[in-house]
């Protein structure tokens, strides 16, 4: 554990050291090419800072981005697994250095985590904890997953446009869905959530902030927890309807992948980051019916930008459907905190970009606006000032909502996020000014200048805590149950995607913050030993979903790994499973 630990400071301080060295060779290549642009051209330098930045209206300002044509079916964003690093035995590497561009040159690559050698461990010590492996097989960068019901679980596959369907440690033959999805970089099938609908007082109601959308079954791991969790305990059956929402980006011309078509083509721009409402039908194992309920934004002025997509889907305690969803690729308007909007965002104000939007099951807005505009997607705005998002949850305890947040290379956040809430992207991230380039500036002020209110209904707070060194933040979810524990019952665990960590954290009396001491009281990680002082689990390679399984236990998907995990008391024998048939396929690593 020690060596394991020892190995992921070192990987911190390589990330920054490659940072540094990044933006220094940034800064002389850019010189470097000005100075032939010149010469080329026959232009004096006097003349040159309009054509310098010509490619880009507003200066600079929306950054830097990897414009690379990847078909790396491995990816998820520009972090990409290559291996292990030469130093140390490390469980991460590096991918392409810096990327240059007129404006700005610097690191916005990070690594990827592969599995560790030894595979997922708990890295609590005394924590009688263990983890299993549910499913390792032909999964392709799994992004998201959700329970239909006991050992039955939904997983999306992020390139293939497939959602398949693992029952009993097994995946069946043909997925319940396939469709052709834009895959570039971020783009992709990205998020999941299942409601269950009683069949005896079916109805649409969708008018009401406060009224549920549809009667719902509530889900809990052991005995309900009357808020409208993602999944069931039982399975579906002729009295209930079931609906699955997914959210991905739908493909331009009909085919996967044809936003960067192999053999040098021209790409297809997709439809739209897109939200539907599917009903599975157990019989015929299929997702049927769909109903488009969002049409989102999945591209932006800089065509080769296909990041900040977001995806995550929870259905929250009132019953309604929230979706997180980034920047998408750099745009910039008053959901970015940019009060003049700049390139598709001109004059646009709210674009449905750039926050967590709230509908009903039925796609309708939530009444009344919490900013007071009633126009679309004005209206379904819940939060804004996002970055990018791939996890967000409901504690369960105050039904409050919560989410992380990716920082460029800095800055990563854990937010509360109460209605109307600003997370202050493009004007702050972390608890730093955000400068040209999306580099770190100083500390912000407790109310920072710039920022978009929408007339004080926008409340901008500083996270609840962040690392300062990026860890590539992921799931978010709140173990309601108290199968691992009593000590363990409500409590928050994050995971990451750069070095396949899950991290917990216990919040405070008021369940508005976290319980933080010692060097962590700032609510900082400032290094190395204080990214990893809420380590709870390791080895999993990039995670990109956590769930609570009907059994009560914490599910942990791997992308990397192409595998589902789910951490259990050691004292807890495989046999001991709900399934025989599953607890035949499971293995196990106690923690060390």
């Given at each position: 554990?020690?060596?394991?630990?020892?190995?992921?400071k070192?990987?911190?301080?390589?990330?920054r050291?490659?940072?540094l060295?990044?933006?220094?060779i940034?800064?002389?290549?850019?010189?470097?090419?000005l100075?032939?642009?010149?010469?080329?051209?026959?232009l004096s330098p006097?003349?040159?800072s309009?054509?310098?930045?010509a490619?880009?209206?507003?200066?600079g300002?929306a950054g830097?981005?990897n414009?690379?044509?990847?078909?790396?079916?491995?990816?998820?964003?520009?972090k990409?697994?290559?291996?292990?690093?030469?130093?140390g035995?490390?469980?991460?590497?590096?991918h392409?250095l810096?990327?240059?561009?007129p404006?700005y040159a610097?690191?916005?690559?990070?690594?990827?985590?592969v599995?560790h050698g030894?595979?997922p461990k708990?890295m609590?010590?005394?924590?009688?904890?263990?983890?299993?492996?549910?499913?390792?097989?032909?999964?392709?960068s799994?992004?998201?997953?959700?329970?239909?019901?006991a050992?039955d679980?939904l997983?999306?596959?992020?390139?293939?446009?497939?959602v398949q369907?693992?029952?009993?440690g097994?995946m069946?033959p043909k997925p319940v869905?396939k469709?052709p999805?834009?895959?570039?970089i971020?783009r992709?099938?990205?998020?999941i959530a299942i409601?269950?609908h009683?069949?005896?007082n079916?109805t649409?109601?969708?008018?009401?902030?406060a009224?549920?959308?549809f009667?719902?079954?509530?889900?809990?791991?052991?005995e309900?927890?009357?808020?409208?969790?993602e999944e069931s305990?039982?399975a579906?059956?002729?009295t209930t309807t079931?609906y699955?929402?997914?959210y991905y980006?739908?493909s331009g011309?009909?085919?996967?992948?044809?936003?960067h078509?192999k053999?040098?083509?021209?790409?297809v721009?997709?439809?739209?980051?897109?939200?539907?409402?599917y009903?599975?039908?157990?019989?015929?194992n299929?997702?049927?019916?769909?109903?488009?309920?969002?049409?989102?934004?999945?591209?932006?002025?800089?065509?080769n930008?296909?990041?900040?997509?977001?995806g995550?889907i929870?259905?929250g305690?009132?019953n309604n459907?929230?979706v997180?969803i980034?920047d998408?690729?750099a745009?910039?308007?008053k959901?970015?905190n940019?009060?003049k909007g700049?390139g598709l965002?001109r004059?646009?104000?709210l674009?449905?970009?750039?926050?967590i939007?709230r509908?009903?099951?039925?796609?309708?807005?939530?009444?009344?606006?919490?900013?007071?505009?009633?126009?679309y997607?004005?209206?379904?705005?819940?939060?804004?000032?996002?970055?990018n998002v791939?996890?967000?949850?409901?504690?369960?305890?105050?039904k409050?909502?919560?989410?992380t947040?990716?920082?460029?290379?800095y800055?990563?956040?854990i937010?509360?996020?109460?209605p109307?809430?600003?997370?202050?992207?493009?004007q702050?991230?972390?608890?730093?000014?955000?400068?040209a380039?999306?580099?770190q500036?100083?500390?912000?002020?407790?109310?920072?200048?710039?920022?978009?209110?929408?007339?004080?209904?926008?409340?901008?707070?500083?996270p609840?805590?962040?690392?300062?060194?990026?860890?590539?933040?992921?799931?978010?979810?709140?173990?309601?149950?108290s199968k691992?524990g009593?000590?363990?019952e409500?409590?928050m665990?994050v995971?990451?995607?750069?070095?396949?960590?899950?991290?917990?954290?216990?919040?405070?009396k008021?369940?508005?913050g976290?319980l933080?001491?010692?060097?962590l009281a700032d609510k900082i990680?400032?290094?190395?030993d204080?990214?990893?002082t809420?380590?709870f689990?390791s080895g999993?390679?990039?995670?990109?979903?956590l769930?609570?399984?009907?059994?009560g236990y914490?599910?942990?998907?791997?992308?990397t790994?192409?595998a589902?995990?789910?951490i259990?008391?050691?004292a807890?024998s495989?046999?001991?499973s709900?399934?025989p048939?599953?607890?035949?396929?499971l293995t196990?690593?106690t923690?060390?």
């Amino acid at each position: 554990m020690r060596e394991h630990f020892q190995d992921q400071k070192t990987l911190i301080m390589l990330l920054r050291s490659e940072t540094l060295l990044a933006r220094s060779i940034g800064i002389f290549a850019t010189l470097l090419f000005l100075f032939l642009f010149l010469i080329l051209n026959n232009l004096s330098p006097l003349s040159s800072s309009s054509l310098f930045f010509a490619q880009d209206n507003n200066n600079g300002e929306a950054g830097v981005r990897n414009s690379s044509n990847s078909n790396d079916s491995n990816t998820i964003g520009k972090k990409r697994e290559i291996g292990e690093a030469a130093k140390g035995g490390l469980e991460s590497s590096f991918h392409n250095l810096f990327a240059i561009s007129p404006q700005y040159a610097y690191a916005k690559e990070h690594a990827i985590a592969v599995q560790h050698g030894e595979g997922p461990k708990i890295m609590v010590n005394n924590s009688n904890l263990k983890v299993e492996t549910v499913f390792k097989g032909d999964l392709e960068s799994p992004t998201s997953m959700a329970f239909l019901g006991a050992n039955d679980i939904l997983v999306l596959e992020k390139n293939a446009g497939a959602v398949q369907r693992i029952v009993n440690g097994h995946m069946l033959p043909k997925p319940v869905l396939k469709v052709p999805i834009a895959s570039k970089i971020e783009r992709g099938m990205l998020g999941i959530a299942i409601a269950r609908h009683s069949a005896a007082n079916f109805t649409t109601n969708t008018s009401n902030a406060a009224a549920a959308a549809f009667p719902f079954i509530p889900f809990n791991a052991e005995e309900g927890n009357g808020m409208g969790g993602e999944e069931s305990k039982t399975a579906p059956n002729s009295t209930t309807t079931t609906y699955v929402f997914l959210y991905y980006t739908q493909s331009g011309g009909g085919k996967s992948g044809d936003d960067h078509p192999k053999g040098g083509g021209l790409p297809v721009q997709p439809l739209g980051n897109r939200l539907y409402r599917y009903e599975f039908d157990n019989h015929s194992n299929k997702l049927m019916n769909p109903k488009l309920l969002l049409d989102l934004p999945a591209t932006t002025y800089k065509v080769n930008e296909t990041d900040h997509n977001g995806g995550r889907i929870v259905i929250g305690p009132d019953n309604n459907v929230y979706v997180g969803i980034g920047d998408v690729g750099a745009h910039l308007g008053k959901a970015e905190n940019v009060q003049k909007g700049i390139g598709l965002n001109r004059g646009k104000g709210l674009d449905g970009t750039g926050g967590i939007l709230r509908v009903t099951q039925d796609g309708q807005p939530v009444e009344p606006p919490l900013f007071g505009n009633a126009t679309y997607p004005a209206n379904i705005y819940y939060a804004y000032g996002i970055r990018n998002v791939f996890g967000i949850d409901f504690d369960p305890i105050t039904k409050k909502l919560w989410n992380t947040e990716n920082g460029p290379d800095y800055g990563d956040e854990i937010n509360l996020v109460d209605p109307g809430f600003n997370s202050g992207w493009r004007q702050v991230q972390g608890i730093w000014l955000r400068q040209a380039g999306d580099t770190q500036g100083p500390v912000a002020p407790i109310h920072p200048n710039k920022l978009v209110d929408f007339g004080g209904r926008g409340l901008y707070h500083p996270p609840q805590f962040t690392w300062e060194h990026t860890i590539g933040p992921t799931a978010i979810k709140f173990l309601n149950s108290s199968k691992l524990g009593k000590q363990y019952e409500n409590d928050m665990f994050v995971a990451d995607i750069i070095f396949g960590n899950i991290y917990h954290f216990k919040l405070n009396k008021q369940r508005d913050g976290l319980l933080l001491s010692g060097p962590l009281a700032d609510k900082i990680a400032n290094n190395a030993d204080e990214t990893f002082t809420p380590w709870f689990a390791s080895g999993f390679g990039a995670i990109t979903d956590l769930q609570v399984g009907p059994d009560g236990y914490l599910y942990v998907l791997s992308h990397t790994g192409g595998a589902i995990y789910r951490i259990v008391p050691s004292a807890d024998s495989s046999s001991s499973s709900s399934s025989p048939s599953l607890s035949s396929s499971l293995t196990t690593n106690t923690s060390k």
